[in-house]
């Protein structure tokens, strides 16, 4: 009824006004020439001010002002997502090719053949990308068969790949699942440009990787080698890798793109993953087993000694590099999320007055009681990754107390979420840097150094 109503009172005003009209028509018809004269006039100026030269090139500015901006707009957000997507394909290529070399590490040392059939499979996955790309490059494509110039299409990405980074990176990356379907999948060529500018970025760090864990990148070139592709043959050229003798963690990716040992004042230092007391070099009995006053398990909750151990994954994605100012510092090679525990802080069990290790030693804190010290952790000889965290003030870790299984430790935590290829950092306190060890140079707006 409302509608109806207003409908209605509509009609009315509208036959008003044609009444009106009507009405006063005589008494307007000695006005309209004048009227008309004038009007017409205007409007000629107007549509002489609007299609004037000046405007049209104004309007033809904004609009591609406009369309700059939309372009502009559109790339960023494209390049932002690129970037998003080749982080995390860059954070599965180095999670699956350390799973693989774990498996195949399992398989031959520990005679783990239950693992023997994943470990199968992963290869002849990686092996079937070598062998199409191979075959790409020797066999002739007729561009007429539509099929031929599909399979070509889809593999634009990878050939380029394999032209610009080479074969030994293709056998590398072809044992990720994570890289695999990326070929199967992605056909944007702008996708594939931004993933190999980055891989050019990574190449040295992702051999490395490959090469310090025994990835069996070779097995997957060698039945090309007579292909007549040249590359492969400079590929398999290459002298065998001498780093599987090496813990990775004893490798340092330098400045300059060499390789050094890790070393203390000339002396090499040794990686371990658990603690060591000696009680020849200790007065008492080792202060990292658990007892009571040590409370319950972090990991079970148990309030008696259980078989929980720390996983040992995070530090497996973790690499040593020389970083500017610094010196060697740990990058990460995977995302961590805050509260993940990355690793123990390893080393030798020193008394607390132990004074041979200035720089690496650290205080084995009690759990309950974080200004009652246990004893020294010394890393200066035998140690792992975490002794060589670089000191932050905006750092990305600390350091807790726990109690896992049948032991307390020191371990290493994200305190914030930790991105692909971030710097991982620690805080040492105020008190590290009196001494010897001078300023601080973290380079963060808040540093203690900047403020003293």
């Not at 032209?163 to 072809?174: N, R």
């Not at 963690?249 to 400045?255: E, G, N, S």
């Not at 307390?408 to 590290?432: C, H, K, N, Q």
Request: charged share 30%; proline share 3%.
């Amino acid at each position: 009824m409302a509608r109806t109503r207003q409908v209605q009172l509509r009609s009315s005003k509208v036959s008003y006004l044609a009444t009106k009209t009507k009405a006063t028509k005589t008494a307007d018809a000695t006005k309209t020439t004048t009227t008309e004269k004038t009007a017409k006039a205007t409007k000629t100026d107007k549509v002489a001010k609007t299609t004037s030269p000046s405007n049209t090139v104004k309007k033809l500015r904004v609009t591609r002002s406009a369309k700059k901006r939309q372009d502009e707009l559109r790339k960023s957000r494209q390049a932002a997502h690129y970037a998003a997507s080749i982080s995390d394909l860059f954070a599965a290529i180095y999670y699956d090719i350390n799973r693989v070399c774990i498996t195949y590490r399992a398989v031959r040392r520990l005679k783990r053949t239950e693992f023997l059939p994943f470990y199968k499979w992963q290869y002849e996955q990686a092996d079937k990308i070598v062998r199409t790309v191979a075959n790409l490059n020797v066999e002739e494509v007729d561009p007429c068969d539509e099929k031929d110039t599909d399979v070509v299409r889809r593999l634009d990405g990878i050939d380029l790949f394999t032209q610009e980074l080479g074969w030994k990176m293709l056998a590398i990356c072809a044992f990720s699942d994570g890289f695999r379907i990326m070929c199967r999948d992605q056909q944007d060529i702008g996708f594939w440009e931004a993933f190999i500018d980055a891989c050019e970025k990574n190449a040295l760090s992702l051999e490395i990787f490959a090469r310090s864990r025994n990835l069996d990148w070779r097995g997957l070139l060698s039945p090309h080698s007579k292909s007549g592709i040249v590359r492969i043959k400079k590929a398999l050229a290459e002298p065998p890798s001498k780093l599987t003798h090496l813990h990775p963690h004893q490798i340092v990716r330098q400045l300059d793109g060499t390789l050094a040992k890790t070393h203390h004042d000339k002396i090499r230092q040794i990686n371990t993953e658990n603690c060591i007391f000696d009680p020849e070099k200790s007065t008492g009995d080792d202060p990292t087993i658990r007892t009571a006053e040590h409370g319950s398990c972090d990991l079970c909750g148990s309030d008696d000694p259980c078989d929980c151990l720390l996983d040992g994954l995070a530090g497996t994605l973790v690499e040593l590099v020389e970083y500017p100012g610094k010196g060697v510092g740990i990058r990460s090679l995977t995302k961590f999320k805050k509260g993940d525990i990355l690793g123990e802080y390893t080393g030798e069990i020193r008394p607390e007055n132990y004074l041979g290790d200035p720089v690496y030693s650290l205080n084995l804190i009690h759990k309950n009681d974080q200004h009652k010290s246990l004893a020294l952790i010394s890393a200066v000889r035998y140690g792992n990754w975490t002794r060589f965290i670089s000191h932050s003030c905006n750092s990305s870790t600390k350091f807790e107390c726990r109690t896992i299984g049948k032991r307390i430790m020191m371990t290493v935590e994200a305190a914030r979420d930790i991105g692909m290829f971030e710097e991982i950092t620690i805080d040492y306190g105020l008190s590290y840097w009196t001494g010897i060890r001078g300023n601080c140079r973290c380079g963060e707006d808040d540093c203690i150094s900047k403020e003293a």
